[in-house]
């Protein structure tokens, strides 16, 4: 078995990747499917010859010959049908979950920068939609090399009883086949509207379920209800018409080898009447038309999943076709240094709390993650480029605490502890730091007591705390925070910012905030503008310099 990096350059690659990864077990399934279908074509051959050379002249012993070896072969037949069945399920399954490796693996490469690259919604329904109908795609290997050889049967076998009827079977397919091609184009388009649809509604229904609590709280629960209530209904307006289009598809598999059946048994019969063709033979040629159902019903379906097939895959092609952050091979600076983020034109000097203002939120918190290594253009630090620099040591050196980073179920002790294993007393001081005491206090079993998956049963400002207290429990050499006290109240906020100090007491630690509170603790304040440094200098003096900042912050104030 090939377990090599999926080919990730076009939908029908990857298709194909699938498909190497397993040559075996397809091999098996084409054999067993051509064999089972080439099968099935046997039968009215038998029957013709029990008809003709025993049942019509009456001899008996032949016509139980005959008989004999129409039931052997219904068993065979069985057993082929059987086996065929359960190694297309295995490639199926082996397809899916090679699928959901690939998706993983790359989840875990892009690491943080996942949710800045792809929404949650977009990979839910990869694992849930595009990997079913892509395993399910990988079923033409089977019947689907089957039908092709069945069909070459039949118009042999065919040819044998009249070249009429075979020439009628040799062109009636392939326009039956022919007559569905124009739907899969259309299939095809409607699916990737809707399959874009599907992903934009399940991101959004990702973000509702995760700020309910917050849209409760500022009693937008029903507006973006009602936003999720329409992109439903316009999402089933595109099912609609994906249905439409497959239900076309579907009639046309099942009808039109029924109107083709009609046709050649007409023909056929009208044959056997003239004398042309002998009874038996008639029999053998309504079975053969009858036989030739199920590989034409599996070019039609056969097209019908590919077309599917090739949506998904490129919805998975995308997602696997995201850049991960560089990883890079320099060394670090061997100590603290200078962070400096040359797009904004903030540096962060070491061993200093630094604090970034902006008129807009985003900007400071987009100069975070540059420097951070979270976003491009990248960063300086001490001279050398971020991304040139080893990812790892970076992780290990700095930290970015988001204010909306994930907060796994565990007890609170195994919450604020992350990945290392501190002693009690070290998670009491961080609490202690993140004014968090209060929070162990109020659960039942302190340290032990259970969080829910994103601190479900935490209030916001509980949430920001532990947040915190996980940071600096973490004692990172740089530490990049962002609106560390947004969800607190003034008294709590000004605990905080006067313990973040001391704990952090000569690291290197940045605050994206416009809280005076704050802002008075720093020694130095960037004041940013459209995303870029107009002033730098200590709180009061900016106050006194700047008017515009001036105003920012009494706005703050204003509203604590």
């Given at each position: 078995m090939?377990?090599?990096?999926?080919?990730?350059r076009?939908?029908g690659?990857?298709?194909?990747?699938l498909?190497r990864?397993?040559?075996?077990?397809?091999?098996?399934?084409?054999?067993?499917?051509?064999?089972?279908?080439?099968?099935l074509?046997?039968?009215?051959?038998?029957?013709?010859?029990?008809?003709?050379d025993?049942?019509?002249?009456?001899h008996?012993p032949?016509l139980a010959g005959?008989?004999?070896?129409?039931l052997?072969?219904?068993?065979?037949?069985?057993w082929?049908?059987?086996?065929?069945?359960?190694?297309?399920t295995?490639?199926?399954?082996?397809?899916?979950?090679?699928?959901?490796?690939a998706?993983?693996?790359?989840?875990?490469?892009?690491?943080a920068?996942?949710?800045?690259?792809?929404?949650?919604?977009?990979?839910?329904?990869?694992?849930?939609?595009d990997?079913?109908?892509?395993a399910?795609?990988?079923?033409?290997?089977?019947?689907?090399?089957?039908?092709?050889l069945?069909?070459?049967?039949?118009?042999?076998?065919?040819?044998?009883?009249?070249?009429?009827l075979?020439?009628?079977v040799?062109?009636?397919v392939?326009?039956?086949?022919?007559?569905?091609?124009?739907?899969?184009g259309?299939?095809r388009?409607?699916?990737?509207t809707?399959?874009a649809?599907?992903?934009?509604?399940?991101?959004?229904?990702?973000?509702?379920?995760?700020?309910?609590?917050?849209?409760?709280?500022?009693?937008?629960?029903?507006?973006y209800?009602?936003?999720?209530?329409?992109?439903?209904?316009e999402?089933?307006a595109?099912?609609?018409?994906?249905?439409?289009?497959?239900s076309?598809?579907?009639?046309?598999?099942?009808?039109?080898?029924?109107?083709?059946?009609?046709a050649?048994t007409?023909?056929?019969a009208?044959?056997?009447?003239?004398?042309?063709?002998?009874v038996?033979?008639?029999?053998a040629?309504?079975g053969?038309?009858?036989v030739?159902?199920?590989?034409?019903?599996?070019?039609?379906?056969?097209?019908?999943?590919?077309?599917?097939?090739?949506?998904?895959?490129?919805?998975?092609v995308?997602?696997l076709?995201?850049?991960?952050?560089?990883?890079?091979?320099?060394d670090?600076p061997?100590?603290?240094?200078?962070?400096r983020?040359?797009?904004?034109?903030?540096?962060?000097?070491?061993?200093?709390?630094?604090?970034?203002?902006?008129?807009?939120p985003?900007?400071?918190a987009?100069v975070v993650?540059?420097?951070?290594?979270f976003?491009?253009?990248?960063a300086?630090w001490?001279?050398?480029?971020?991304?040139?620099?080893?990812?790892?040591?970076?992780?290990?050196?700095?930290?970015?605490?988001?204010?909306e980073?994930?907060?796994f179920?565990?007890?609170?002790?195994?919450v604020v502890?992350?990945?290392?294993?501190?002693?009690?007393?070290?998670?009491?001081?961080?609490?202690?730091?993140?004014v968090?005491?209060?929070?162990?206090?109020?659960?039942?079993?302190g340290?032990?007591?259970a969080?829910?998956p994103?601190?479900?049963?935490?209030?916001?400002?509980?949430?920001?705390?532990?947040?915190?207290?996980?940071?600096l429990?973490?004692?990172?050499?740089?530490?990049?925070?962002?609106?560390?006290?947004?969800?607190?109240?003034?008294h709590t906020?000004a605990?905080?910012?006067?313990?973040l100090?001391?704990?952090?007491?000569?690291r290197?630690?940045?605050?994206?905030?416009?809280?005076?509170?704050?802002l008075?603790?720093?020694?130095?304040v960037?004041?940013?503008?459209?995303g870029?440094?107009?002033?730098?200098g200590?709180?009061?003096?900016?106050?006194?310099?700047?008017?515009?900042?001036r105003?920012?912050?009494?706005?703050?104030?204003?509203?604590?």
């Amino acid at each position: 078995m090939e377990t090599g990096k999926p080919d990730f350059r076009s939908a029908g690659r990857y298709l194909w990747w699938l498909v190497r990864t397993q040559r075996g077990r397809c091999a098996a399934g084409a054999v067993l499917g051509s064999t089972w279908m080439v099968g099935l074509t046997l039968p009215p051959y038998l029957l013709s010859r029990a008809i003709d050379d025993g049942l019509t002249p009456g001899h008996l012993p032949t016509l139980a010959g005959w008989a004999a070896a129409l039931l052997a072969v219904g068993v065979v037949n069985a057993w082929l049908a059987i086996m065929r069945h359960r190694t297309m399920t295995r490639v199926r399954m082996h397809g899916a979950f090679r699928t959901v490796e690939a998706v993983v693996s790359q989840a875990t490469r892009l690491g943080a920068a996942l949710s800045r690259k792809a929404t949650a919604g977009e990979v839910v329904t990869i694992g849930f939609t595009d990997v079913v109908v892509i395993a399910q795609t990988l079923t033409i290997t089977g019947p689907g090399v089957g039908a092709v050889l069945a069909y070459i049967v039949v118009a042999v076998l065919l040819l044998t009883v009249s070249p009429l009827l075979a020439v009628v079977v040799l062109a009636g397919v392939p326009l039956l086949v022919l007559l569905a091609g124009p739907l899969f184009g259309r299939l095809r388009k409607a699916e990737t509207t809707y399959r874009a649809g599907q992903g934009a509604l399940a991101a959004r229904f990702v973000d509702i379920a995760g700020g309910l609590r917050v849209l409760n709280g500022l009693g937008g629960k029903d507006v973006y209800a009602e936003r999720y209530r329409r992109g439903s209904q316009e999402l089933r307006a595109e099912g609609y018409r994906v249905g439409a289009v497959t239900s076309w598809i579907q009639a046309l598999g099942v009808g039109l080898p029924t109107l083709f059946i009609g046709a050649v048994t007409w023909l056929a019969a009208r044959m056997a009447a003239q004398g042309d063709i002998t009874v038996g033979e008639l029999v053998a040629v309504y079975g053969y038309t009858a036989v030739l159902v199920v590989p034409v019903s599996f070019f039609i379906e056969g097209g019908y999943d590919a077309t599917r097939g090739i949506v998904a895959a490129r919805r998975v092609v995308q997602f696997l076709s995201l850049k991960p952050v560089p990883r890079g091979d320099a060394d670090p600076p061997p100590a603290a240094a200078t962070l400096r983020d040359p797009e904004s034109g903030v540096e962060i000097a070491p061993g200093k709390l630094t604090a970034l203002v902006s008129t807009r939120p985003a900007d400071s918190a987009a100069v975070v993650d540059r420097l951070g290594r979270f976003a491009e253009p990248a960063a300086t630090w001490g001279g050398i480029s971020l991304d040139e620099i080893d990812l790892t040591q970076v992780r290990e050196r700095i930290l970015v605490a988001d204010n909306e980073a994930d907060l796994f179920a565990g007890t609170l002790r195994d919450v604020v502890s992350g990945k290392g294993s501190p002693d009690d007393e070290a998670i009491e001081q961080a609490l202690y730091a993140a004014v968090a005491q209060d929070i162990v206090r109020g659960l039942p079993d302190g340290l032990g007591s259970a969080i829910d998956p994103q601190g479900r049963n935490l209030s916001g400002g509980q949430r920001q705390r532990v947040r915190l207290a996980r940071a600096l429990l973490a004692d990172p050499e740089t530490l990049l925070a962002v609106e560390p006290t947004s969800a607190v109240d003034a008294h709590t906020e000004a605990a905080v910012a006067g313990r973040l100090r001391a704990a952090r007491s000569g690291r290197t630690t940045v605050v994206t905030s416009t809280s005076p509170l704050v802002l008075d603790q720093a020694d130095t304040v960037h004041y940013l503008v459209d995303g870029v440094v107009v002033a730098t200098g200590g709180h009061q003096d900016l106050l006194a310099g700047e008017p515009g900042y001036r105003l920012l912050v009494s706005r703050e104030t204003e509203a604590s």
